[in-house]
């Protein structure tokens, strides 16, 4: 191998190196989802998110049950926060939950009672 090979190939690696980086770092976010469960401790129903909703009027848990004010846990695989709604379009009383947070039952007060969510918040 001369010089001028080398060289080449030195280039090419370290352009397929940032390019698996930068696959990568493009890759979480759209991957990364959040997983809201009628039940707590990741029971009962299911319904997973890749984005942010603005209602969740007549949609359903993977069970049939409605999803609006009936979440009881929530799992968010992203690495940024969600901001989770007591009312539709991200209105009323919030709280954020963080990056890789797991949240196995949601207080008293806010238990059955989400009806939003926005990523990125
Ligand atoms: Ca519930």
């Known amino acids: 191998m001369n010089g001028e090979t080398m060289r080449k190939r ?3 690696l370290a ?3 940032a390019g698996v980086i930068g696959a990568t770092a493009l890759a979480a ?3 990364a989802s959040i997983t ?13 998110y890749y984005g942010s909703e603005t209602s969740y009027a007549g949609l359903r848990f993977s069970s049939g049950v409605l999803v609006d004010n009936h979440i009881s846990s929530a799992n968010n695989t992203q ?3 969600t901001c989770l709604y007591a009312n539709a379009n991200y209105t009323g009383n919030w709280f954020p939950i963080g990056p890789g947070v797991d949240l196995f039952q949601l207080s008293s007060a806010w238990n059955n009672a989400l009806s939003s969510h926005r990523f990125n918040c």
């Open 36 to 48: 809201f469960y009628d039940g707590t401790r990741f029971t009962a129903g299911w319904i997973n």
């Open 10 to 12: 030195t280039t090419l």
């Open 15 to 17: 352009a397929a190196a």
């Open 29 to 31: 976010p759209a991957n």
């Open 79 to 81: 690495t940024t926060r």
